[in-house]
């Protein structure tokens, strides 16, 4: 099945779930919809279109048009799945589409990839499917933590070294993996004679705290007693997570073994 799309067209979707649809014919009373990830028809009752009244429903869908639905009811005898565009949140209708466009995007890249090995797409998509998942959460999680951090991070997930490299290898070229950089500066001090030997624990413990997948640390000496400390991540609310539990972790550390110390972020106060 070369052409396989990574899809669950066996299954049926659970009430509650979202699901990306196309309208595909818009009637009177409602809409006749494809859901996208399952293959199947569904129906979108004008009641279930809008909380307001509903003077042209054309106003509020058109044909072709790919939205994110709410399941309100399943039936597979009857082989009939209800849906609702009102009930979708703007975050859910945001967070549906991130994750469809990233779902599309790992098919997209395990595609090359199986070309490059030999094998069909199904069978890299079941070799892989189950340590991705279990190791970094999705498909695309873990293609971007090998365009970020290389082959070495699927060998330890249990792939084989030749489907390691060729997803690495396309990972690199495809993703763009986004990086941002904080910084803040630590003051340390101890007045016990081996003072500058626990400053470093403090320091080394600090930095260890820090340690995360897809992030890295760095402290390194400004003029003492202060030390810079710079932490890359993926995004700025990681990034300042983890700069905040390496300061924490440096004070308590210090504080703990007779010493004092405080933090200021770059552009912020103690």
């Given at each position: 099945?070369?052409?396989?799309?990574?899809?669950?067209?066996?299954?049926?979707?659970?009430?509650?779930?979202?699901?990306?649809?196309?309208?595909?014919?818009?009637?009177?009373?409602?809409?006749?919809?494809?859901?996208?990830?399952?293959?199947?028809?569904?129906?979108?009752?004008?009641?279930?279109?809008?909380?307001?009244?509903?003077?042209?429903?054309?106003?509020?869908?058109?044909?072709?048009?790919?939205?994110?639905?709410?399941?309100?009811?399943?039936?597979?005898?009857?082989?009939?799945?209800?849906?609702?565009?009102?009930?979708?949140?703007?975050?859910?209708?945001?967070?549906?589409?991130?994750?469809?466009?990233?779902?599309?995007?790992?098919?997209?890249l395990?595609?090359?990839?199986?070309?490059?090995?030999?094998?069909?797409?199904?069978?890299?998509?079941?070799?892989?499917?189950?340590?991705?998942?279990?190791?970094?959460?999705?498909?695309?999680?873990?293609?971007?933590?090998?365009?970020?951090?290389?082959?070495?991070?699927?060998?330890?997930?249990?792939?084989?070294?030749?489907?390691?490299d060729?997803?690495?290898?396309?990972?690199k070229?495809?993703?763009?993996?986004?990086?941002?950089?904080?910084?803040?500066?630590?003051?340390?001090?101890?007045?016990?004679?081996?003072?500058?030997?626990?400053?470093?624990?403090?320091?080394?413990?600090?930095?260890?705290?820090?340690v995360?997948?897809?992030?890295?640390?760095?402290?390194?000496?400004?003029?003492?007693?202060?030390?810079?400390?710079?932490?890359v991540?993926?995004?700025?609310?990681?990034?300042?997570?983890?700069?905040?539990?390496?300061?924490?972790?440096?004070?308590?550390?210090?504080?703990?073994?007779?010493?004092?110390?405080?933090?200021?972020?770059?552009?912020?106060?103690?």
């Amino acid at each position: 099945m070369e052409n396989m799309s990574i899809s669950k067209d066996d299954e049926w979707p659970e009430v509650g779930e979202l699901v990306i649809s196309t309208i595909k014919e818009i009637t009177d009373y409602g809409a006749y919809v494809t859901l996208d990830e399952y293959g199947k028809e569904g129906f979108l009752h004008i009641s279930e279109v809008s909380s307001g009244w509903i003077r042209n429903i054309r106003d509020y869908i058109r044909e072709g048009e790919k939205v994110v639905l709410k399941v309100l009811r399943v039936d597979p005898s009857r082989n009939q799945i209800d849906l609702s565009l009102r009930r979708v949140t703007q975050r859910e209708k945001r967070e549906k589409i991130l994750l469809w466009k990233r779902s599309r995007r790992a098919e997209s890249l395990l595609r090359s990839a199986s070309q490059k090995i030999g094998i069909s797409l199904e069978e890299l998509y079941k070799m892989v499917s189950e340590p991705f998942e279990k190791n970094f959460g999705s498909i695309y999680d873990g293609l971007e933590a090998a365009a970020r951090e290389g082959a070495v991070v699927l060998l330890k997930a249990g792939l084989p070294k030749n489907v390691a490299d060729v997803l690495a290898s396309i990972a690199k070229e495809k993703i763009k993996v986004s990086e941002v950089k904080v910084r803040g500066t630590l003051s340390l001090s101890c007045i016990k004679p081996d003072g500058v030997l626990r400053i470093k624990e403090a320091l080394l413990k600090a930095k260890e705290s820090g340690v995360k997948r897809g992030s890295s640390v760095n402290i390194y000496v400004a003029a003492p007693p202060k030390y810079q400390v710079e932490v890359v991540a993926r995004d700025y609310k990681e990034a300042n997570a983890i700069l905040k539990k390496v300061a924490d972790t440096a004070i308590s550390v210090i504080t703990s073994l007779g010493g004092q110390g405080s933090f200021t972020p770059e552009g912020g106060k103690e």
